[in-house]
């Protein structure tokens, strides 16, 4: 296994992948596109793809639905917030919801570049697993890379996401954090909002993602796919629980 990934290594170094082949090799033969990271950690190109998904994502949003009906909606799935809400005054209310479709509709549309904070984020603690848990000798570059390109199959949630809202599917119950039916907390209506949102990990695209990064890191780690997949499940089960908890707690 070690003798082949060298040897794709040279390959790799011989003639790199464009941006471009690696988004396409990305899905079909990811191998490729993570060896060559280990030539050059260049990842503009998923970093653009993301940017333009999330910016028509809340232009369709903005033009389709309303970040005011977002909010409120939002709210009502809190049953604090919704407490808190019902207490307020007519006007008091108007502005509160206000000021929440505003701060949604901000963050939305600038969700792809606050997306560069949360790949650091998960780089850094990859980087740190792998190279004091697993002996590795990964740089964080190379873990901001692998990240970025193993994310991709997220693009397809998001258009799927624009497609629905301009077909005006589901539109008056749209759940901003789980706006498709990819994953099975989506379909848990009646359920507490814990177990819609622990259940929302189960997500397809988000699975196939978890594939890519175990892959990924497997190749830039050296190491096997099952020591790398103990790293990277582990952290994803302790995320599942950390949201699922905040969750419960909000009630």
């Known amino acids: 296994m070690e003798h082949r990934l060298e040897a794709d290594a040279r390959v790799s170094e011989g003639r790199g992948l464009s941006q471009v082949e690696r988004v396409v090799d990305t899905f079909v033969a ?15 190109l998923p970093f653009l793809l993301i940017v333009i998904v999330s910016a028509a994502t809340a232009f369709a949003i903005d033009k389709k639905i309303g970040f005011e009906h977002v909010a ?7 049953p604090k917030a919704a407490d808190q809400m019902a207490q307020l005054t007519p006007q008091q209310r108007a502005m509160q919801m206000s000021i929440a479709a505003v701060f949604t509709k901000d963050l939305t549309y600038v969700g792809g570049v606050l997306f560069l904070a949360m790949a650091a984020i998960v780089a850094l603690l990859m980087w740190a697993s792998f190279n004091f848990g697993l002996g590795a000798r990964t740089t964080f570059a190379q873990n901001f890379a692998v990240f970025f390109y193993a994310y991709l199959p997220h693009l397809f949630l998001g258009i799927l996401n624009i497609i629905f809202i301009y077909a005006g599917v589901n539109t008056e119950n749209f759940d901003i954090n789980n706006p498709v039916g990819t994953n099975l907390g989506y379909y848990m209506t009646d359920s507490a909002q814990w ?22 890191s497997a190749i830039i780690t050296k190491k096997s796919k099952g020591q790398v997949a103990i790293v990277v499940v582990g952290w994803w089960v302790l ?13």
């Open 195 to 216: 177990v819609k949102t622990g259940l929302s990990f189960f997500d397809v695209f988000g699975l196939w993602s978890l594939a890519l990064l175990v892959i990924g």
């Open 72 to 78: 409120e909606h939002t709210i009502q799935q809190n």
């Open 30 to 44: 990811p191998s490729k596109t993570f060896t060559d990271i280990l030539r050059s950690t260049s990842w503009w």
């Open 239 to 251: 995320m599942l629980l950390l949201f699922t908890g905040l969750a419960a707690a909000k009630g």
